[in-house]
C-alpha cells in the first residue's frame, strides 16, 4: 500500500474526518459543521490517504510561522494504527518547509503518548513555564 502526504480535504475526506473524531473520547462531539470552520481556520494541514484517497491520518497546525507553532489532533484511523503511520504523518509535520524556522512547536497528548513524540525531540520539561487552560465549553463527557 502506498501512501500519499496532502494539504487539502475533499468533502469526502472531511466527512472521513469527522468520522475519525467521533471514534475518539476527546473528540467525538465534533459536527461536520465544525470541523469545515475548523479547517478553515487551521494555518497547516496535513492528511495521510490510501491508495484510494481514503483519509487515514491527519494534523493540523496553528502558528505565527516565526516563534510559535502547535500541533493539534495527530489522529490515525483505528485499523491503520501500529503500523507507523503515526510517524509519517509526525515526519510531514514537522519536515513541513513552513515550520523549519519556527522557534517552538508544542503539542498535547496522553502520557501514554509521551515516548512516541518523543523521537522527534518533544520533552514535558520546559522548567518553569506551565500550561493553563480555560475552557469555554463542557468538551468531554
Known sequence: MSLQIIEQLTENQISELVDLYQN???SKKRTHQ?????LAASDII?????????????TRVLTDF????TIYDVIIKPTYRKM????KLMD???NHP????????TLHCLPEMIPFYERWGFTSD????????????QTFQ
Open 126 to 137: 520546559v522548567s518553569k513555564i506551565q500550561r493553563m487552560y480555560k475552557f469555554q465549553k
Open 84 to 87: 507507523g503511520f503515526g510517524a
Open 34 to 38: 465544525d470541523v469545515v470552520k475548523m
Open 46 to 58: 496535513v492528511g495521510l490517504v490510501d491508495d484510494c484517497e481514503q483519509l487515514i491520518g491527519f
Open 24 to 26: 475518539e473520547f476527546w
Open 92 to 94: 510531514a509535520i514537522i
Open 66 to 69: 516565526v516563534y510559535m507553532a
Open 98 to 105: 513552513q515550520l523549519n524556522t519556527v522557534e517552538r512547536i
